[in-house]
Each structure stands twice: as C-alpha cells, then as structure tokens.
C-alpha cells in the first residue's frame, strides 16, 4: 500500500509492537510520545492516518484529536482503556473514524488501519445510483466526496461520508447495526455503538432538528433508515 502512518503513544513498547505489525502490511509508521510530538509530526510527515493514543502526556489525545480535525480531515484510529467509554464516544464525536481498546490484538490493530486506509482512498464508497445522490436540499457527490446542504458544503469525515451516501443510495430500506458496519466500515465484528455515534453526528449535520431527526431516522429494535425529503 504504501501509505504513511503517524502512531502516537507514550508506551515505547506498544509502540514498537504496533510499528512493527504496520510495516510487515507494507505501511511506513513515524513514531511521536505526546501531544506536542504528534501535532509536529503531522505538520512534518502530512500523514495518510493517525494511531492515538487517549491518555498522553503534556496534551492529551482529545485535544490532539481535535486540533487534527482542525487541519483536515485525515482517518484516526483511536487506543483507548477498556473502562474509557465516556472518552471513547467523545473521540468519535470529535471525529475519529475507529477504535481499539486496550489491551489489543496487534494484528486486529492492523486489520483495523489497512480498513480504513481503503476506504478514505476509495474514489466512491457505492456504486448505485451513480456519482450524484440528491434528496431534496441535500446533495452527494460521491466522485468529488462532496456533500452539501442548501448549497453550503458540509464539514463531513470520512466515515460520515461513506455512511451518508450508503443511506442515500438505499433509501427507504432498514438495516441493522451490524450491516451498516460490515457495509460502512468494512468491519465482520465490532462495537455497534460505533455507528450510533456516527449516525448521531451525521444528524447534526444533515437534520434541521437532530432531536427528531426526518431523514435518519431509527427503527426500534433493527437500527436505522434513510427517507428521502420528498
């Protein structure tokens, strides 16, 4: 693949562990121990995707989140504590596009990156309904990776993206948690509330009221469905 990964964490052992697992999957792995080390990092090396760590010295993983958000829109894999719940739905909030708790397989860590990397370079994540999705005021323009509502272009990661324009290419039609993770996030196995807060993000972007939302709306029991404004 090729692609340039950034690992941030202050555990030189984890560290070694994840680089060396990254780079027998073809991948080039720079190393920071904190904050300010991370952010340096990124400006230098501009990577493809960022491994953070949550618990940091000197700046913590949030605030690094959310000062990587602030630069672009590059994938984040988060490492957080098995306890750290509360934390971990603020870094998907923040924008991170996927998890893994400590402790963590290597390898799963690994799977992990090499399945988000394919889907921030995947030209268009479905190929239904052709490049442009359009549901009233709001448009997707899935060759561009272009989503806009009333004309304003929306501040979408990549997960959003690919979730908005999943649901926009299968209207009307009710999936489960775990299908929208296998579809979305490449994903056989994971943490269904992965999608509950991405979907709850989405909301906030693509719903006049997110509270009572019309287009993403949930199906008690299975999960959620997309209706068109029309």
Do not use: N
């Not at 579809?183 to 009572?212: I, M, N, Q, Y």
């Amino acid at each position: 693949m090729g692609e340039r990964v950034l690992v941030v964490d202050d555990d030189s052992t984890v560290s070694d562990v994840v680089r060396r697992y990254l780079e027998h999957a073809g991948l080039t792995v720079t190393l920071a121990a904190d904050g300010p080390q991370a952010l340096a990092a990124f400006e230098r090396e501009r990577p493809d995707l960022v491994v953070l760590d949550l618990m940091l010295p000197g700046l913590d993983g949030l605030e690094v989140c959310r000062r990587l958000r602030e630069r672009g829109d590059v994938p984040i894999v988060m490492l957080t504590a098995l306890g750290d719940e509360e934390d971990r739905v603020l870094g998907l909030r923040l924008g991170a596009d996927d998890y893994v708790t400590k402790p963590f397989s290597p390898r799963e860590l690994a799977l992990r990156v090499q399945s988000v990397l394919r889907r921030a370079h995947r030209a268009a994540p479905v190929d239904e309904g052709g490049p442009a999705l359009v549901d009233g005021e709001l448009s997707v323009d899935t060759a561009r990776r272009v989503a806009t509502l009333r004309g304003v272009e929306l501040p979408l990661t990549v997960r959003e993206f690919d979730l908005l324009a999943f649901f926009m290419s299968h209207p009307g039609r009710a999936f489960h948690r775990a299908e929208l993770l296998e579809a979305v996030w490449d994903w056989t196995f994971g943490d269904h509330s992965t999608v509950t807060v991405h979907v709850r993000r989405l909301r906030e972007k693509v719903e006049d009221d997110p509270a009572r939302p019309t287009r993403i709306v949930t199906v008690w029991g299975v999960g959620y469905r997309y209706e068109m404004a029309g």
